[in-house]
């Protein structure tokens, strides 16, 4: 593997990822052919995936899944604005993925060491990056729930407010009407997951307990409330 902390020119970064290009197109797609071709004229993702910007979290590779398998939405902080504030990229890729695409699974995937949410708990370095700052007062409502029930000023406030944020945007999540009618005839199920990137391990939100717990650790934690439309 690469060092991530390399020292290289501009050039030598974009000839990396030209390399990449190529080795793709003469060693990865011939052995795969067929299902490029299948994919050419259609796709039907498994679940949505919705997850930070950060370059170390691959959604492919954490849930070992094929082109085709997610279809994924990035920004900072993993957020997801309420409907009506922000009708933006995020708005338009859920409704996109729940209507036109029929995704059965949206997973909202916050990660260990996250940026955006140390720029949540001191602001200050975000006066350069005006748009970043407004970008993140989704996440606001978060902060305010740890400043208030927490009392963890300490290591751990990081990893309990990237909690909270996956835990916050869900609820955005909720707030859209095609995710909100579905959830509520029981064909949209919703997850909230926190990535770990030193260990791999992934935690997942249980809304019937209030708490995340590791998946692979007993019955797969689910954030999704009880259908109330069950379909016949």
Known sequence: ????????????????????????????YPQQRELFEKLAFEQQPRAMFITCADSRIIPELITQSSPGDLFVTRNVGNVVPPYGQMLGGVSTAIEFAVVALGVQHIII???????????????APLQ?????KAWLRHAEVARHVVEENCGCANEHTLG?????????????????????????SGQLFIHGWVYNIGSSEIRAYDAEKGEFRLIGDGPLPMATPRPRYLQS
Not at 1 to 8: C, H, L, Y
Not at 12 to 18: F, G, V
Not at 128 to 132: H, K
Not at 165 to 170: D, I, S
Request: aromatic residues 2%.
């Open 1 to 28: 593997m690469s060092n991530p902390q390399r020292n290289e020119s501009a050039q030598e970064a974009l000839d990396h990822i030209i390399g990449g290009v190529k080795r793709f197109r003469e060693e990865i």
């Open 109 to 123: 995937c916050g990660h260990s060491d996250c940026g955006a949410m140390k720029a949540v708990l001191d602001p």
């Open 160 to 184: 309990i407010l990237t909690e909270e944020n996956v835990v916050a945007q869900l609820d955005h999540l909720r707030t859209h009407p095609s995710v909100a009618a579905r959830l509520a």
């Open 128 to 132: 350069r990056m005006p748009t970043v």
